[in-house]
Structure formats: C-alpha cells, structure tokens
C-alpha cells in the first residue's frame, strides 16, 4: 500500500498534469500533441538554433535536418498509451542533441567532439529502437552504393562486400542479389541519414559539420572548375 506521502505527491503530480494545457504542433511535417511547459521549452530551444545558425551556410538544411531529428525521436516515443509529448521528453531531446551554445563558434573535431558527449557519444542513445537504419552511400559507391552502406553498417572495409559480391556473380546470383539491395536500400540524402549510415550520433554539432563540409566541398569543385575553364579560354599550355 502507498504510504499518505506518496498519495499526496501522486495527487500533486496529477493535478499539475490537469493544469498543462495540451497544443498541437508541427514539427518537420508531423503533428505532435504536447503539454504546455514542455512546449514552452521546446520552442525556447528551437528558437536558439535558429538564432546560432543565423548567418551560417546551409542554416535552413541544417535547421531542416536538426527538426527532422526531433520529429523523429518524438515519434518513437509515441504508443497506444501515450499520445502526448512530456517536460521529460523534451528534457531527453536536448541531452541528446546538445545546446547550440555549448559549440560556441568551434570548427571542425573540437566542435564534434563537444557535440557527441552531450549524451556520452554512445551510438545507442541517438536512434529510436536503439539501432540504425540501412543506407547506400551515394559519396563513396562505385556503382550504387550498397557495398559502402554494409561497410559503415558493419563496420567493414566495404572491399569486403565487393569481393563477396564478385563471388556470388561467379555462383548466379550476384548481379540479381546487388539489383535488389540497391532498389530496396535508400540513398543516404540528408545530413541525418548520412551520420545514421556512418553509426555516427546525430546532434547538432553533427549536422553542422556534415553540410558545412559538404558546403566547402562544393566550393572547391567550383573553384576546380572555374579554373579549368578560364585556363582553357585564355589559351593556356
């Protein structure tokens, strides 16, 4: 039996679960039921990534992509018997994804490393049912993509996969099994689906580096580019 203290506490949780007004929200495209306080806190918070992110490059994709996170993580944790987001799990949101204040105006592995310890860089902590989904890595494929994606999956050289596959098209079913996994495998895409593809926590500090990174990749074979270009025309040896 409950001692009269713990009644008391049960009925003071109760009543302050009755005074939180429930709104309805749209986080990345999903609808999402929350309690008041702990939409207050969220919108704080969302609203202090957009602030940090001002004046970067890529900030809607990065903003975009932090909110799809959330989104996602919110919708893991509702059932049958829960239908409304808590205090507590907007509390979790922000362990897992840090404060944008924490990165300060940090670059590149200083700045990532401060990012993973908000929730002690355990790759568990940052996916929904505690594992990853599958993902073909469009970067570093030679032809699809499939044997990058098992690579970062597994931890393995994806030559591995490629020796395996070579394998099976000398046994008759290579080439049909590889078709297969590159229709059924989707493309990693956005900064979250490449970080979930490499087992690597998804944060905000994360998702800054991987597009900030993808930004001056995109600046360089510009550059490249460019430079071909006015050599050609200027008639160059």
């Known amino acids: 039996l409950k001692s009269i203290e713990q009644l008391k506490k049960d009925n003071n949780h ?3 679960r009755a005074m939180n007004k429930i709104i309805s929200i749209n986080i990345s495209g999903v609808i999402f039921h929350i309690e008041e306080n702990a939409y207050q ?3 704080n918070y969302l609203s202090a990534i957009h602030n940090h992110f001002y004046n970067s490059s890529g ?3 990065i903003v975009n992509d932090i909110e ?6 919110f919708q893991a944790k509702i059932n049958d018997k829960k239908q409304v987001i808590v205090l507590s799990d907007v509390e979790e949101i922000i362990k897992i994804m840090g404060n944008p204040e924490d990165f300060g105006n940090n670059d590149g592995e200083e700045a990532n490393q401060g990012g993973a310890k908000s ?3 355990n790759f ?6 505690n594992r990853g ?10 032809l699809g993509g499939v044997c990058s994606g098992l690579g970062h999956a597994f931890s393995i050289d994806p030559l591995i996969f490629r020796i395996i596959f070579i394998l099976f098209m000398f046994m008759g079913f290579g080439i049909l099994l590889y078709i297969i996994l590159w229709l059924i495998i989707p493309k990693a895409i ?10 690597e926590p998804i944060n905000i500090s994360n998702i800054e580096k991987n597009i900030q990174d993808e930004f001056d990749e995109l600046k360089k074979k510009y550059k490249s580019q460019h430079n071909k270009h006015k050599h050609y025309w200027s008639g160059g040896e």
């Open 68 to 73: 799809a996170r959330i989104a996602e993580i």
């Open 119 to 121: 929730e002690g860089g």
């Open 133 to 142: 989904r599958l993902f073909r890595d469009g970067e570093s494929r030679v």
């Open 59 to 61: 900030k809607d994709e």
């Open 190 to 199: 956005t900064a979250s689906e490449k970080l979930e593809m490499k087992r």
């Open 41 to 43: 806190i969220l919108q």
């Open 14 to 16: 109760y009543k302050n």
């Open 124 to 129: 568990k902590n940052y996916y929904p049912f």
